[in-house]
């Protein structure tokens, strides 16, 4: 699904922030990406979502080299994509709702489909009492709930989440890591950048680590057992909500 | 999208562009309807003039002396092909026209030549030139105007004003573009990060520039209407400022505001104006966001 191959990346007059980085990531694998910060995680997954390009080598995004990927491709590469921005990123005159609900409005699903299953996932993940709340009334921990709430509503191919658990409690981190871990079940390939190594202890996936710009594998697949508990239905409610919009 | 993704309706433009663009359109109202009425009149004056004829004989020495030579210039005149009527001016009241100038007892005094209108039904296609040589057969000094002269210096200064109207409505219009492209391109840039959030999520531009096209001509239609009505108002009023028998001589504004007259194409081109104000704006919008869109990274 991606392909780094001596992928580097460096701002003009700087020094490189990423360099000779090779890995792959297989199509419904789950991932951590951990490291210090400012080690380059979030580089790393900004040229996966087409938010920077490789200053060098060859990126491959969904079987399309990223530098021939033009503007106009862009959209459609992203709609496969949800991102769990480390600040969030919620449109801050919109209600959790609204916020939640802008990926399935921009790929044009029905106002039915949205008010059915929006509130679901926003209730899954703790926010029932919230719906029409605006982001600056909610606390941090909420807002990232409403932020992964957008990222896994229209059930994307890959999931990038970039410390996603980091304002949240050691439960509700575990909590929203069994989410994406359902959605991985589903066939999601998920990459989390976190530098929270309890919670990378705690679940068995490959584990890819970033220092000084270099990129090595820690852990593969498969090295320790977890054992994921039954996480409810919203997730499911949004891969239903997808198939049934025939995305 | 119409929940406002962009939250465009707290921009200072939202405040000003209404407003701009109703007086707008309020002047491309009034440069339609000054670029209508001049085309009427043209039309109207090119027809009621230019169809008619008006053959002067010098006066009878004596009343009656030549009576039989005048029954025969009526004979040929009636003869002319594609004349409608003959109308003999009266005597009378060409001396109650002259009266004002030369005094009544001058003016009753004086032997006036015999006046007739030839109206025909439409510009007549005769030799006015060989008309007049046989008339002056009979009656040397016979004269045969056709007003297509006088005619001419009036075409043109309608034309004139017709294209003045027509200036001030493309003047207009690009002063509308001009305004809403600033006014997005200052929205664009006041929400750029909400339209970077709206990229990374998947949306294309058009679906960005949507919203600032349902936005602008909202604006355009709310400052249209309003820019339309008053513009309608005005008229309304100098119509009503304008004395009865100046107006229905003139034949100006009943014939726009009469409604009857004007001809239905004319109306529909005048309440046109805001929607074609605000289509120009909805058009200017989408091409200004598309292209301040191309600028920023996707």
Request: net charge neutral; charged share 20%; glycine share 8%.
């Amino acid at each position: 699904m991606i392909q780094f191959d001596k992928v580097e990346l460096r701002y003009p007059g700087s020094p490189a922030i990423l360099s000779d980085v090779n890995f792959a990531v297989e199509e419904s694998s789950f991932q951590f990406i951990t490291g210090a910060s400012g080690a380059g995680k979030s580089s790393l997954l900004k040229l996966m979502y087409l938010g920077l390009k490789p200053s060098r080598g060859r990126l491959s995004l969904f079987g399309q080299n990223a530098a021939t990927i033009g503007r106009e491709g862009i959209p459609a590469l992203r709609r496969r994509i949800g991102i769990v921005f480390q600040d969030f990123r919620l449109i801050p005159h919109l209600s959790a709702l609204d916020n939640v609900a802008l990926p399935l409005r921009i790929a044009g699903a029905r106002e039915s489909a949205i008010r059915e299953y929006v509130p679901e996932l926003l209730e899954w993940v703790g926010l029932s009492g919230h719906f029409d709340a605006l982001p600056h009334t909610l606390s941090g921990g909420q807002q990232q709930r409403v932020a992964i709430a957008r990222a896994v509503i229209g059930r994307p191919q890959l999931l990038l989440a970039d410390e996603p658990t980091g304002n949240v409690d050691d439960g509700v981190a575990v909590r929203l890591l069994y989410l994406f871990e359902e959605l991985h079940k589903m066939g999601t390939t998920v990459l989390i950048a976190t530098h929270n190594r309890a919670l990378v202890e705690r679940f068995d996936h490959p584990c890819l680590n970033v220092d000084g710009g270099r990129v090595t594998r820690v852990r593969g697949p498969g090295s320790r057992r977890s054992a994921p508990r039954p996480v409810g239905s919203a997730a499911g409610a949004a891969a239903s909500s997808q198939q049934r919009r025939g995305g | 999208m119409t929940r406002g993704d962009i939250p465009l309706s707290h921009d200072p433009s939202a405040r000003y562009l209404p407003w701009l663009l109703g007086i707008m359109c309020y002047f491309a109202v009034l440069a339609s309807v000054g670029a209508v009425i001049s085309h009427q009149l043209a039309a109207r004056w090119d027809f009621a003039l230019g169809s008619v004829v008006t053959v002067q004989i010098p006066a009878a020495v004596t009343e009656g002396s030549d009576a039989p030579r005048l029954s025969q210039a009526e004979r040929m005149m009636r003869q002319l092909p594609g004349i409608l009527r003959l109308v003999r001016v009266d005597t009378s009241r060409s001396a109650e026209l002259l009266a004002p100038w030369l005094g009544a007892e001058l003016a009753a005094d004086l032997p006036l030549p015999r006046l007739f209108d030839l109206h025909f039904a439409a510009p007549p296609e005769v030799d006015l030139e060989q008309f007049e040589s046989r008339l002056g057969e009979l009656f040397p000094g016979a004269m045969v105007e056709a007003h297509t002269q006088w005619m001419s210096h009036v075409a043109k200064l309608t034309r004139a004003v017709e294209a003045l109207g027509l200036t001030v409505l493309a003047l207009v219009m690009g002063a509308s573009v001009v305004a809403v492209i600033f006014a997005v391109r200052t929205s664009v840039s006041i929400h750029r990060e909400v339209i970077s959030i709206l990229h990374l999520i998947g949306a294309r531009d058009g679906y960005i520039a949507s919203e600032f096209q349902a936005h602008v001509l909202k604006m355009a239609l709310r400052g249209g209407l309003v820019g339309g009505f008053l513009a309608v108002a005005t008229l309304a009023g100098v119509a009503a400022a304008l004395e009865p028998e100046a107006v229905d001589s003139a034949n100006l504004i009943p014939t726009l505001l009469g409604g009857l007259p004007a001809g239905i194409v004319e109306w529909v081109l005048i309440a046109s104006a805001p929607m074609l104000v605000a289509f120009v704006a909805w058009i200017a919008a989408r091409l200004s966001v598309l292209g301040a869109l191309r600028k920023m990274n996707p």
